[in-house]
C-alpha cells in the first residue's frame, strides 16, 4: 500500500464516530442515555426488552445460564446490527454469575464475527472514579464540567422516576377509572425522557405529581399491600417480570417494590463516609440476621432481610421474583419458607425464564391474592372480637366459662 | 465427643486434614453413610428442586446423621472465599444457612467461615470457630492440632499428584501411610475427567465412572493429579482469570489437558443446576474447538438412568479408539507412500542404467 494512503486510512479509523449502545434494563435506559447524551456520545437507544432480543440471547448462549445474560445478549446482538460499535457493560466481584457476563459476552460476540470496542466498567477498582473515566472514554469526552452536567442530570432522571412510578404504585389499585394512572405515568415518563436540564426534569414530576392528583381514587375500597423483592433485573425489567406490578394493581394491591433504581445508585455509587441514613443493605443484613448470618452474594440476603421487614411492618404478603436458575435467589427460595413460618407472613416466589407463560402466572397471582385477602379477613375479625372481648368484659367472661366447660367435658371425656 | 461430618461436599477434598485436626483435639468424627437412592431422595425433599444435586445430597447426608447415626452436633463450614475476592458459589457459601433454615431439629450447628476477602476471617479464625462451640478456645493447641492436620492433608495431596486414585488415597493416609506405587503405563486411551470431587469420588453420582472406564480400556486422569502451577497454566491457555474459588479444577485442568499430547480425549460431568459449571463449561466447550480435543459433557441429576450414561461413555470411547486407530493407519499410509516413492526412484534409476 502506498504511505500516504496508508495515513488517510489511519485517520479514517481514528474519525470512525463511536456510536455507543448499553444493555436495557427497564427504566435505566432513560438516565444512562441522558448522561451519555450530555457527554456528547452518539447514542444507539437499542428498543425495550422484548421477544425478538430474547430469542436472540437465548439462541447464542447456553440454556443453564440465567435470564439476565441472554437478554444482555439479545441487547447487544440487536445494537451491533443497528450500527453500534461501542458497547458498555460492568462487572462486579463478590456477586454471581454476574461478574462473569463481560468476559462470556465479548467472547461469544467475536466469535460471531462482530468488530465492536468492548468497555466494562470494572468495580474491583474504586467506584465513583471509574465510571466517569469509562464514560469518558466510551464517549470520547475529555471535560470534567460536561460529565459533571451529565452525570448530575443523569442521577436527577433517576429520582424523577422513582418518583412517579412510586405515585403510580399508590393510585393504579385506588383509581375508580382503571388505566387513567398508568397513562399519566406513561405520559410523565416520556417527558422525563425528552428533558434535557435538571430544572426541566423537576418541573415535570411537578406537573405529573399534579396529573396524579386530579384522578378520583375510591375510599373505600380495601386496598393489601404487599412487597415486591428479590433479584435486582427482574425486579426492575417490566419485559421479564411481565409486569407483575399492573397485575397486582389490578387485583387491587398496592406495590412497594424495596429496590428502586435510585437506591442502588446510591448504593453502589456515595461512598460510605457520605451515607447518612441506613441503606438498604444495612437493613436486611440487621433483619435478615436470625436466617441467614452471612452475605452470599446477589441480593440473597436483601430477599431474606426485606421478607422479616415486610412481617415487621405489618404488609399483608410477600412477592418474591427472580429469574430461573439464579443462584443466590435459589437460597433464598429455600430460606424463606422457613422465615414464612416464623414470622407468619406469606410468600409467594416466581421464578421467571423464557418459558414462562404469562397466564399461568397471573393465576397464580390471583390466588396468592385471594389467600391473603383471607387471612386479612381473619385477622380483622379476630381483631373485633378481641376489642369486644375486651370492652364487655362481663359477656366475654360467659364466653369463657362456656368454653372452659367444654374443655374440662373433653379432658375426662380422654381420660374414660 | 462426637461430631457428624456429612459424606459430601467438602468431604471429597478437605477430609484428611478434617480427620487430622480433630483427632489430635480428641474429638471424634463420625461420618454419615454413602450416598444411597434413598438419602438423595430424602436431602431432595428438603430444599427447591432448583438446587443443584451434591446440595441435595448434602442435606440427605445431614438428615442421615441426626436420624440414623444419632450424633447432636453437625460442622458445616462455609468457605466464602479462597483468596482476596475469589468468591465461591452462592450455595457453598451459605451451606450453614441453608441446614438450619431447612432442617427442622434440635442440633448444635457448627459452622465456621472462612473468608480470605475479609481482613480478620482468615484460616486460624475459622479453625477457631471450628471448635469453640465444643469448649476449646486455646489457640496454642488449636495451631498444634492444624499442623497435625497439614501433615495429614499434605499427604493425601502427595500421593494424588503421584498419579493416585484420590479415593485410595485418602483411604491411605488417613491410615497415616504415604504409598508410591510405580506406575504401568499401557492404556491405549488417555481420557482427562474434569469434575469437583464431590461429583466424581461420589459413587452414586458418577456411578463409578472409574470402574467403566477402567474396563473399557481407559486411563482416567483427574485434576487432582496436577499441581496448582500446572492448572494456573491451564487458566492462561483458556485465556481466562480465576473467578470462582473452584474454578481451577475445571478450566485450569481443563487448559492443562488440552494441551497435552497424551490426552485423547476430555470427559466434563457436571451436576444438572450448577451455576458456575455452565460457565466454565461454555469456555471449556469453544477451546475444545479450537485445540481439536475430542469433548463429551455430561450432566447428571437424580433422575439420571445408569444405561445411558454407560451408553454414552462407550459410544465416546469407540470414537476416541477409531480416531487413534485411523490416526495410527494415516501415519502408516504416510510411510509407506514415502518408501515406495524412493523405490520408484531406484527403479526408475535401474532403468535408466540397463537402457
Request: glycine share 6%; proline share 3%.
Amino acid at each position: 500500500m502506498i504511505p500516504f494512503m496508508q495515513a488517510e486510512v489511519n485517520n479514517i479509523k481514528a474519525n470512525k464516530e463511536k456510536i455507543v449502545a448499553f444493555p436495557q434494563m427497564g427504566n435505566i435506559r432513560i438516565p444512562v442515555a441522558a448522561v451519555l447524551k450530555a457527554m456528547g456520545a452518539n447514542l444507539y437507544l437499542s428498543p425495550e426488552n422484548n421477544k425478538e432480543a430474547l430469542s436472540l440471547g437465548t439462541r447464542h448462549s447456553t440454556e443453564t445460564v440465567c435470564l439476565p445474560y441472554k437478554l444482555n445478549l439479545g441487547n447487544y446482538i440487536q445494537a451491533l446490527e443497528g450500527g453500534a460499535n461501542v458497547l458498555l457493560m460492568f462487572s462486579a466481584p463478590g456477586t454471581c454469575r454476574l461478574g462473569n457476563y463481560a468476559k462470556m459476552a465479548e467472547a461469544k460476540l467475536r466469535e460471531l464475527g462482530y468488530d465492536f470496542e468492548f468497555i466494562v466498567f470494572d468495580m474491583y477498582k474504586g467506584k465513583f472514579v471509574e465510571i466517569i473515566k469509562k464514560f469518558s472514554q466510551a464517549t470520547g469526552n475529555k471535560s470534567i464540567s460536561n460529565a459533571y452536567r451529565g452525570i448530575k442530570i443523569g442521577l436527577a432522571k433517576f429520582d424523577a422516576l422513582d418518583e412517579i412510578e412510586r405515585k403510580l404504585f399508590y393510585f393504579r389499585p385506588r383509581e375508580i377509572e382503571s388505566g387513567k394512572a398508568e397513562k399519566i405515568y406513561l405520559s410523565g415518563r416520556r417527558s422525563i425522557e425528552k428533558a434535557d436540564t435538571v430544572e426541566e426534569v423537576k418541573n415535570t414530576v411537578q406537573e405529573t405529581i399534579n396529573k396524579y392528583n386530579s384522578v378520583k381514587i375510591d375510599t373505600n375500597k380495601e386496598i393489601l399491600k404487599v412487597y415486591l423483592m428479590g433479584e435486582f433485573f427482574v425486579l426492575l425489567d417490566p419485559f421479564t417480570n411481565m409486569n407483575i406490578e399492573k397485575e397486582l394493581g389490578l387485583l387491587g394491591v398496592e406495590v412497594e417494590r424495596t429496590i428502586m433504581l435510585s437506591d442502588w445508585t446510591n448504593q453502589t455509587l456515595i461512598p460510605k463516609w457520605n451515607k447518612k441514613t441506613e441503606t438498604h443493605r444495612q437493613r436486611a443484613v440487621r433483619t435478615a440476621n436470625k436466617y441467614l448470618t452471612r452475605s452470599v452474594g446477589g441480593e440473597c440476603i436483601e430477599t431474606v432481610g426485606d421478607a422479616v421487614y415486610a412481617a415487621e411492618c405489618n404488609v399483608d404478603g410477600v412477592v418474591h421474583v427472580g429469574p430461573f436458575n439464579c443462584i443466590p435467589e435459589i437460597v433464598s427460595q429455600c430460606i424463606l419458607p422457613n422465615v414464612s413460618k416464623q414470622e407468619n407472613i406469606p410468600v409467594i416466589s416466581l421464578l421467571m425464564d423464557e418459558q414462562t407463560g404469562k397466564a399461568g402466572m397471573v393465576t397464580r397471582i390471583e390466588a396468592f391474592v385471594d389467600l391473603i385477602r383471607r387471612q386479612r379477613k381473619n385477622k380483622s375479625i379476630i381483631n373485633a372480637y378481641n376489642k369486644l372481648s375486651l370492652r364487655g368484659e362481663a359477656k366475654a367472661s360467659t364466653w369463657q366459662s362456656k368454653s372452659s366447660d367444654c374443655r374440662v367435658k373433653s379432658v375426662v371425656g380422654n381420660n374414660n | 465427643m462426637k461430631i457428624g461430618i456429612p459424606r459430601a461436599l467438602g468431604y471429597y477434598n478437605y477430609y484428611p486434614f478434617w480427620f487430622g485436626f480433630f483427632g489430635s483435639l480428641g474429638i471424634e468424627i463420625v461420618l454419615s453413610d454413602k450416598t444411597t437412592k434413598k438419602l438423595v431422595s430424602e436431602g431432595s425433599a428438603l430444599v427447591v428442586s432448583e438446587t443443584c444435586l451434591p446440595v441435595k445430597i448434602y442435606m440427605g447426608h445431614v438428615l442421615n446423621l441426626l436420624n440414623q447415626k444419632g450424633v447432636d452436633i453437625i460442622y458445616s463450614p462455609s468457605i466464602q472465599s479462597i483468596d482476596h475476592k475469589i468468591y465461591n458459589c452462592s450455595k457453598l457459601r451459605g451451606l450453614p444457612d441453608l441446614v438450619r433454615n431447612v432442617v427442622k431439629k434440635d442440633f448444635l450447628l457448627i459452622e465456621p467461615t472462612l473468608d480470605k476477602s475479609e481482613k480478620n476471617q482468615g484460616l486460624y479464625q475459622y479453625l477457631y470457630e471450628s471448635v469453640a462451640p465444643l469448649g476449646i478456645t486455646d489457640k496454642k493447641t488449636i495451631k498444634k492440632a492444624s499442623k497435625v492436620g497439614w501433615a495429614y492433608q499434605n499427604n493425601f495431596t502427595g500421593m494424588t499428584r503421584d498419579g493416585m486414585h484420590p479415593a485410595e488415597a485418602m483411604e491411605t493416609a488417613i491410615k497415616g501411610k504415604v504409598v508410591i506405587k510405580s506406575r504401568k503405563n499401557n492404556y491405549p486411551i488417555n481420557i482427562a475427567v474434569l469434575s469437583h470431587g464431590y461429583n466424581l469420588y461420589d459413587n452414586h453420582v458418577s456411578m463409578n465412572i472409574f470402574k467403566k472406564l477402567e474396563n473399557l480400556g481407559v486411563k482416567a486422569h483427574v485434576s487432582e493429579n496436577l499441581s496448582v502451577e500446572q492448572m494456573n497454566e491451564g487458566l492462561n491457555v483458556l485465556n481466562t482469570s480465576l473467578y470462582w474459588a473452584n474454578e481451577l479444577e475445571i478450566s485450569g485442568a481443563a487448559g492443562s489437558f488440552m494441551t497435552n499430547k497424551n490426552i485423547d480425549g476430555v470427559l466434563t460431568l457436571t451436576a444438572f443446576g450448577c451455576g458456575p459449571d455452565s460457565l466454565m463449561v461454555e469456555r471449556i466447550t469453544r477451546y475444545a474447538k479450537r485445540l481439536q480435543k475430542p469433548l463429551l459433557n455430561l450432566t447428571v441429576d437424580e433422575h439420571t438412568g445408569e444405561a445411558g450414561f454407560i451408553t454414552r461413555i462407550e459410544a465416546f470411547t469407540d470414537m476416541l479408539y477409531r480416531r487413534k486407530r485411523s490416526n495410527i493407519v494415516q501415519n502408516l499410509n504416510k510411510q509407506i507412500k514415502i518408501d515406495s516413492e524412493r523405490q520408484e526412484v531406484v527403479y526408475s534409476r535401474d532403468n535408466i542404467v540397463k537402457v
